[in-house]
Structures are given as structure tokens and as C-alpha cells.
């Protein structure tokens, strides 16, 4: 794994090499195991290296063959079909990195190489005779790649900071960012700096002749592959791609660690990874936030799951992490620099988590992360779509499913999983509770007159699950939050694995029947099934899962004091009257009861934190001579 960069001088004078110096400073935590640069002419290009797989330890990037440079950040999974295409024996692929594998593919196919390579990257490629630039991401968008495009300079990077060592004009804050941070709802192109753009996943971008042209080569579309006639053969081809999402992300010669949360999603992740390490006699480090060992309150923590799954994995080292003092504005500036995007209201868990990985010395960290957006979706509109639909025999069939395991009448089901979606029901609910009912996944602290400016924040028609996934991995949502997560990592010296975000198990949901998600009247039927032979029996038939971390609620109504100071702040004027609707803060900052309850699952408190965090990072963007239109 490693940061990649470059800067191309679109008027044809030479690059002064201290530029690219510059940005290799700014990424020199990206390179504990070494660093280079090259200039040449017109062009500069460097690489840092943090060596996690075998093949990376014979990188020498940048890497120039004839006329051809290139830097490059990937694990390619088809080595071998490649190897054979080239006639390279195993002895000789055991010492060739995956740069010299994707050169070759270009070598031999130029644009078109794209489509003959596997696996996670971003890389550039510079051909000195036509003075054309070559880049690219991988199908998902599992590698971070931002540019910044002038008429005199091109400039990439692997991070955003490297950019802004170099760039000549001036950092302006990009506020269209805010609706994706709060709403996850834009242009997932868009930075928080409005001239550095992201390449996200599935894209190729050439620069020749100093224009820019970005072309898609790969979204996820129906593709007619799969043709299973049984409920069994779905979820044994779904078990049998999580396995190989998990190998090919192994280097069983490194430690190997896993954020473990006892659901799911992380305790599939990490049956698999146990078994397939114990194989080698290797084994599993696992990360958890917890409760305090002395916390005498009535909260529950997830310990009772993850210890389940730690006696079913005897090869687990189990870390627990409860964060002492930690809250959403611990260390918030780190926290930016290390996302290079504002922070969730629990970041500063997941960053401790990162640091009990780092003192174990791992260099892969493996995590459950975005199965709830698919594999593990809950299926709690597939009833209603397939009333809609017109398939009125299986969503009678699944209601009778849900009346017995769920011990509910066929009114209550059918009002949960049909009624309740309806606009009649919806337009019902909300003529009885009039306008003062706070619908809390709605609340909208970002000012009105703000959100008008942007035409794609409009409510949209609610639609089916493959459908919205199709469009988060084909619009760049998949990308960014795959990006931010493998950006902390690095910073630390250890590599993300994102298994469930594979590309190969998303091909497969995308053509899969919907009713499985619920078949037997169970949600998130789907993994439950493909990993009933994997999986404890009491992780995989658990329906109490916690919805936020441990202590996080009451860590921000601890936070209560620091917003208010935040809001009376006389430099928060600004954002408070640009931004963020003070009037709203305020209401919902009194809605906040003045005694914590261990039982309150509102999402009010951390929509609150959002604005918070929001607030200070702006006045830190300020401070950082930033500027704001």
C-alpha cells in the first residue's frame, strides 16, 4: 500500500523538483518503509511505501520502463491470469509488484488495460513521447486519488494535503460538502476544498494535450450472470465470495486484526478470518469498544457477543477499548487531518481503536464496515416493494413469516412493512400529529436558505434497496466513505480490508431476488443464512443489536457545555447565520433531557454533534486562512 503523487506542467516547462519534494513532505506518514521521487522535464511524480504484501517489498516506484512511469497504489487479485498472459513463471511473479504487472497491462493495451485488472488501485501512468497522462481507480473506489486542474498545472495525489502543499491558489471552502456530511446526499466528487476534486471508483482520467477528460469505465448493472433457481444456491455463492473477499485481503506473513463489534457483520468477518488463519496457525487480533470495566450503570455494551465469538475463534486476541475520556471534540483537528473529511460523532472510538491496532503491530486491519448497506441489509421496504411490484403471493407469504416469528397480528405486520411506507399513510400520520411532530431520522439543523441553493437536496422517490446501492457504488457514495476509512489506516501504518464492499459479492446483489433479505420472516435473512454454518448460533439468530457505540449518548450530552460555548462564540457568527440554523440548535439542544438516560436512543444528540463538529472544524478551516464565498 502507498500514497501516490505527481504534477504535470501543462506549458511545458520544467517541474521544479522542490514542489514535488513539497508534497512528499506533506505525505511522509504514508512512507514508513521508504519513499522516492522523479522528475522529468515537464513531469513529477513520487510514492511512498508502507509494504503489506510480499510482492511489495521488490516495488521501486516511481517505476519507469521505455516511456512509460508510473506510481501506483494497489493489490492486484488477477496476478496469475496476468502472469500467464505474459509468460511469467511463478518463481519470476513471486518478485514482481503489481505496478510492474499494471504497466505491462497498459503496455499491452493502453486505455483498455482498465479492463483487465482486478483488485484495489489508483495509479498514473505517464508516457513521455505523447506527453500523455494515464490515471485510474479501481471498479469500487477502495484507493483514494484527488486532483487539482489549471491552465498551467495538473496535479494528483493520494491525499488532499499533499495538494494543498503545492497548489498556487488560494484554499477556498467548498460548502456544497455540508449536504453530503450531513445528509449523504451530493456530489461525491466534491472535497471540502472546492478545487480538488476526487476520482472515485469505477473511473479513468487522461490528460493529454492539457485538457482533462474523465471517462466511466465500469458501473454496476444487472449483467444476467447468475442463474440459481433455489434459495440454497444464493446463499452458497454469497458464502463462497465473502470467503474469497476475505483471502484475497490476507498476507498471512503480517498481523492481522479485525474491528470486532459482536453483530453480523464484523462476527462473519471474523469466523472467517479465524479459519482461515488457524489454517496457518496464525492468529486473529480483534478490536471492541466497550463500556468502562468499572461503569456501574444500567447501559449494556456488545462484551456478551464478541465474547461468544472469541471462545467460537480460539485463535483471537481480544483488545477492549472503552476510550476514557474521550468525546466528539477529542482531538477534532487530528481527527480532520487524518479523515481529510469532518468527522463523525464518533470518531475519536474508532481512532482509539486504530492505536490498540498499531501497538499490536498490525498491518491489515479488516472490518465489518458497510454490510448493513446490503449484505446485511434488514429488507424492512422489500414487502412493500413487492406489493408494488405486483408479486402479492411471496409478500403474503413472508407477512405470515413475520406474524409467527415475530408473534404479531397480520394489522401489525402489514402496517409495518406496507402501510407505514405509503404516501396515504404517510400524509395520514402526519395530518394527526400535526407539524410539531419531529420526525428524528429528518432533523435538519443546516440553515433553509443554504439548502435551497442546491437543487439535487429534493427528497426523492423512495426506492428499492438494489436500486439505492446502485447508485451509491455508480455515484462515488461507496467510494468516499471506503477512501476515509483506508486514509486513517494508512496514516497509521496498517492497510484497510473492506470485504464486504468486494466487488464481486455487490455483482451478485445487485441480480439477487429481494425476498431473501427476509425469507423465514427474519431480517437480514440473507447473511444469516449463507453463514448459519459459520457463524455461533446465538450471533447469528440475535436481533438485539445496539444501535450506536458504547457511552456515545451520554458522551454528548457531556458535550452539551462545549456546543453551547461553540454557539455564543462571537466567530461562530457566520457559519451560525450562513450555515447552520442557530434558532435550531437551540430548540433541539433544549429538547435534550437535562438527565441521562441509559435507555435513550435518540439521534438527536449526534445530529447536534454534527452542527458542533461542523462549527469548530469551519472556524479551524479559518484560522488555516481558508476562505469562505
Known amino acids: 500500500m502507498s500514497a501516490i503523487f505527481g504534477i504535470i506542467n501543462k506549458k511545458q516547462e520544467y517541474v521544479d523538483s522542490s514542489l514535488v519534494g513539497k508534497m512528499l513532505e506533506a505525505l511522509n506518514h504514508r512512507a514508513p518503509d521508504g519513499s522516492q521521487i522523479v522528475v522529468n522535464k515537464n513531469m513529477g511524480m513520487g510514492n511512498c511505501r508502507l509494504n503489506v504484501y510480499p510482492q511489495q517489498i521488490y516495488e521501486k516506484q516511481p517505476l519507469k520502463i521505455g516511456q512509460f512511469t508510473i506510481t501506483a497504489d494497489a493489490r492486484i487479485d488477477n496476478r496469475h491470469e496476468l502472469a500467464r498472459h505474459f509468460n511469467i513463471d511463478n518463481d519470476m511473479l513471486s518478485v514482481t509488484p503489481d505496478s510492474t504487472l499494471i504497466l505491462m497491462a497498459y503496455q499491452e493495451w493502453e486505455d483498455m488495460c482498465i479492463n483487465h485488472l482486478e483488485g484495489e488501485f ?206 466528539s471534540f477529542t482531538n477534532l483537528e487530528e481527527s480532520f487531518n487524518r479523515y481529510e473529511s469532518f468527522p463523525s460523532s464518533t470518531s475519536y472510538m474508532d481512532i482509539a481503536l486504530l492505536k490498540a491496532a498499531q501497538k499490536k503491530d498490525v498491518k491489515i486491519l479488516f472490518s465489518g464496515f458497510g454490510g448493513d448497506y446490503w449484505v446485511s441489509w434488514s429488507g424492512n421496504s422489500v414487502i412493500y416493494e413487492l406489493i408494488k411490484r405486483g408479486n402479492l403471493q411471496t409478500a403474503f407469504k413472508l407477512i405470515k413469516q413475520f406474524m409467527k416469528n415475530d408473534n404479531k397480528s397480520f394489522t401489525q405486520v402489514f402496517r409495518e412493512m406496507y402501510a407505514s411506507r405509503t404516501s396515504l399513510y404517510k400524509t395520514a400520520r402526519s395530518i394527526i400529529k400535526g407539524n410539531n ?146 434558532n435550531k440548535m437551540i430548540h433541539y439542544m433544549e429538547k435534550m433531557s437535562l438527565t441521562y438516560s441509559s435507555t435513550n436512543t435518540s439521534i438527536i444528540p449526534l445530529r447536534i454533534l454534527q452542527a458542533g463538529i461542523v462549527t469548530e472544524i469551519i472556524l479551524y478551516l479559518k484560522d488555516n486562512n481558508y476562505i469562505f464565498n
Not at 483 to 512: R, V, Y
Request: glycine share 6%; with cysteine.
Open 122 to 327: 489508483a495509479f498514473a501512468i505517464w508516457d513521455e513521447k505523447s506527453e500523455k497522462l494515464f490515471a485510474a481507480t479501481d471498479h469500487i473506489g477502495f484507493r483514494p486519488l484527488y486532483y487539482y486542474d489549471t491552465p498551467d498545472a495538473f496535479i494528483f495525489c493520494s491525499e488532499i494535503k499533499g495538494i494543498t502543499a503545492i497548489k498556487a491558489t488560494p484554499n477556498y471552502f467548498n460548502e456544497e460538502y455540508l449536504i453530503e456530511y450531513f445528509y449523504k446526499h451530493g456530489n461525491f466528487q466534491q472535497t471540502f476544498n472546492k478545487e480538488i476534486l476526487a476520482l472515485y471508483g469505477g473511473n479513468v482520467m487522461i490528460m493529454k494535450d492539457g485538457k482533462l477528460s474523465i471517462k466511466k469505465y465500469w458501473t454496476l448493472e444487472p449483467a444476467n450472470r447468475y442463474h440459481f433457481t433455489k434459495n440454497e444456491e444464493w446463499y452458497e455463492c454469497l458464502k463462497e465470495l465473502m470467503y474469497k473477499a476475505v483471502e484475497k485481503r490476507l498476507n498471512y506473513d503480517v498481523p492481522i486484526g479485525l474491528t470486532l463489534s459482536g453483530g453480523l457483520d464484523s462476527g462473519s468477518i471474523a469466523c472467517i478470518l479465524s479459519e482461515l488463519l488457524m489454517k496457518k496457525n496464525k492468529p486473529l487480533y480483534t478490536f471492541s469498544s466497550v463500556l468502562q470495566n468499572d461503569y456501574n450503570g444500567t447501559e449494556k455494551d456488545e462484551r456478551e457477543y464478541i465474547e461468544i465469538i472469541g471462545k467460537h475463534c480460539p485463535n483471537i486476541i481480544q483488545t477492549y477499548e472503552s476510550g476514557p475520556g474521550l468525546n
Open 437 to 582: 411532530n419531529d420526525k428524528e431520522s429528518e432533523v435538519n439543523l443546516l440553515n433553509e436558505k443554504f439548502i435551497e441553493k442546491y437543487v439535487f437536496f429534493r427528497k426523492e422517490q423512495e426506492l428499492n434497496e438494489t436500486v439505492v446501492m446502485r447508485k451509491l457504488t455508480n455515484n462515488g457514495s461507496i467510494s468516499q466513505m471506503s477512501n476515509i476509512i483506508l486514509t486513517m489506516n494508512e496514516t497509521m501504518g496498517m492497510t484497510s480490508a473492506l470485504p464486504l464492499f468486494d466487488k464481486n459479492i455487490f455483482e451478485l446483489l445487485n441480480e439477487l431476488p429481494i425476498h431473501l433479505f427476509v425469507n423465514g420472516g427474519w431480517k437480514r435473512a440473507l447473511i444469516r443464512n449463507a453463514m448459519k454454518d459459520v457463524n455461533p448460533s446465538e450471533i447469528n439468530e440475535r436481533k438485539n443489536k445496539l444501535p450506536f457505540s458504547p457511552e456515545c449518548i451520554k458522551r454528548a450530552y457531556d458535550c452539551k457545555e462545549h456546543i453551547q460555548n461553540l454557539i455564543n462564540d462571537p466567530d461562530s457568527l457566520f457559519i451560525l447565520d450562513k450555515y447552520i440554523d442557530k
